[in-house]
């Protein structure tokens, strides 16, 4: 038990010495705050790479960003009317439909120095003929916004999937290229163009897809991934009903000059021909009468002849007759 304790504070005896140096614990502190600064040190060094790595993508995979997060929770939109208040304005004139019947074509078409045109979309107006807020059917840019002599003011709006709306015969536009608006804002008000004088105040709404004019009525409360480019056929029928519809008044015109031009040309013929055979009957006539004539000098000169020798044998017949009275 005694060596125990003798061992036990022998330990303690050097420990108390070796804390008893002055350099111990100052050591022990400079020991503590390097241990403590590199673990600091490395704890920034992990935050700052898994920041890093959050940011940057890996290889292969895409980078989530903002703009598929707001595709994927945005709402889509839905083609509307192109009026502030849309129970207010009646359609006045629609698509031209190469498929409908020959009355909706005839109601379709726009008169314009002397022809027919198509109408490559829809018309709307007030019963009223007032002016009325005209507004953006989608939310969109604006890559078109000024004033043409003809068609009024003129408003181009470019959506996704390389849909535009038209917004023509406007009489004022408080909108520039480069603008970004938003569906339902106004855009200008309605008003009178000379394109379409027979509407009065009204607003020309196309939809085009690629260039191609679509009937708009289809795409109402429909978003714009319904509106799909037709077919070639139909865009080639719908250019030879184009054709037709454009040439038919014109050949009605032409088919009436033409009558008329055609009875003036047999009239004129007529009158030639009549001129010709009265002509030719002077002619036949004159010849006539130069034959007569010519035939006639002979006639006379036969008479004459006749007469003379008549009277030649009067002569000689009186001697005769003077000769038998002498003999008797």
Do not use: C
């Given at each position: 038990?005694?060596?125990?304790?003798?061992?036990?504070?022998?330990?303690?005896?050097?420990?108390?010495?070796?804390?008893?140096?002055?350099?111990?614990?100052?050591?022990?502190?400079?020991?503590?705050?390097?241990?403590?600064?590199?673990?600091?040190?490395?704890?920034?060094?992990?935050?700052?790479?898994?920041?890093?790595?959050?940011?940057?993508?890996?290889?292969?995979?895409?980078?989530?960003?903002?703009?598929?997060?707001?595709?994927?929770?945005?709402?889509?939109?839905?083609?509307?009317?192109?009026?502030?208040?849309?129970?207010?304005?009646?359609?006045?004139?629609?698509?031209?439909?190469?498929?409908?019947?020959?009355?909706?074509?005839?109601a379709a078409l726009?008169?314009?120095?002397?022809?027919?045109?198509?109408?490559?979309?829809?018309?709307?107006?007030?019963?009223?003929?007032?002016?009325?807020?005209?507004?953006?059917?989608?939310?969109?840019?604006?890559?078109?916004?000024?004033?043409?002599?003809?068609?009024?003011?003129?408003?181009?709006?470019?959506?996704?999937?390389?849909?535009?709306?038209?917004?023509?015969?406007?009489?004022?536009?408080?909108?520039?290229?480069?603008?970004?608006?938003?569906?339902?804002?106004?855009?200008?008000?309605?008003?009178?163009?000379?394109?379409?004088?027979?509407?009065?105040?009204?607003?020309?709404?196309?939809?085009?897809?690629?260039?191609?004019?679509?009937?708009?009525?289809?795409?109402?409360?429909?978003?714009?991934?319904?509106?799909?480019?037709?077919?070639?056929?139909?865009?080639?029928?719908?250019?030879?009903?184009?054709?037709?519809?454009?040439?038919?008044?014109?050949?009605?015109?032409?088919?009436?000059?033409?009558?008329?031009?055609?009875?003036?040309?047999?009239?004129?013929?007529?009158?030639?021909?009549?001129?010709?055979?009265?002509?030719?009957?002077?002619?036949?006539?004159?010849?006539?009468?130069?034959?007569?004539?010519?035939?006639?000098?002979?006639?006379?000169?036969?008479?004459?002849n006749g007469e003379?020798?008549?009277?030649?044998?009067?002569?000689?017949?009186?001697?005769?007759?003077?000769?038998?009275?002498?003999?008797?």
């Amino acid at each position: 038990m005694r060596e125990e304790e003798k061992k036990r504070t022998s330990q303690n005896s050097k420990f108390q010495k070796f804390f008893r140096k002055r350099w111990v614990f100052p050591a022990i502190y400079l020991m503590s705050a390097a241990v403590i600064l590199t673990a600091v040190l490395w704890y920034q060094n992990i935050s700052n790479d898994v920041a890093e790595d959050l940011k940057t993508p890996k290889q292969g995979e895409n980078a989530i960003g903002d703009q598929e997060a707001v595709e994927v929770n945005a709402l889509k939109e839905n083609f509307k009317m192109p009026a502030l208040d849309p129970d207010s304005v009646n359609v006045v004139k629609k698509f031209y439909d190469p498929n409908a019947s020959t009355e909706e074509q005839e109601a379709a078409l726009v008169y314009y120095e002397n022809s027919y045109r198509m109408n490559k979309g829809i018309d709307l107006a007030r019963e009223d003929q007032k002016e009325f807020d005209v507004v953006a059917s989608l939310s969109g840019t604006v890559t078109k916004a000024e004033k043409d002599p003809i068609l009024g003011y003129v408003v181009e709006i470019e959506h996704e999937n390389e849909v535009v709306t038209v917004y023509q015969s406007l009489s004022s536009a408080t909108v520039e290229e480069g603008d970004k608006v938003e569906q339902s804002q106004p855009i200008g008000k309605a008003g009178k163009s000379l394109y379409n004088e027979e509407d009065g105040v009204h607003v020309h709404f196309e939809i085009r897809k690629n260039g191609v004019a679509m009937n708009p009525l289809t795409f109402m409360d429909k978003p714009v991934t319904s509106v799909n480019e037709p077919a070639q056929e139909e865009t080639t029928e719908e250019s030879a009903a184009d054709e037709q519809t454009s040439e038919e008044p014109m050949t009605e015109e032409e088919s009436t000059t033409e009558e008329q031009t055609s009875e003036e040309q047999t009239t004129e013929e007529e009158s030639t021909t009549e001129d010709s055979s009265s002509e030719e009957s002077k002619d036949k006539d004159a010849e006539a009468g130069d034959k007569s004539t010519e035939e006639t000098p002979d006639a006379n000169k036969d008479a004459k002849n006749g007469e003379t020798e008549t009277e030649g044998s009067e002569q000689s017949n009186e001697p005769e007759a003077s000769n038998n009275t002498i003999n008797s």
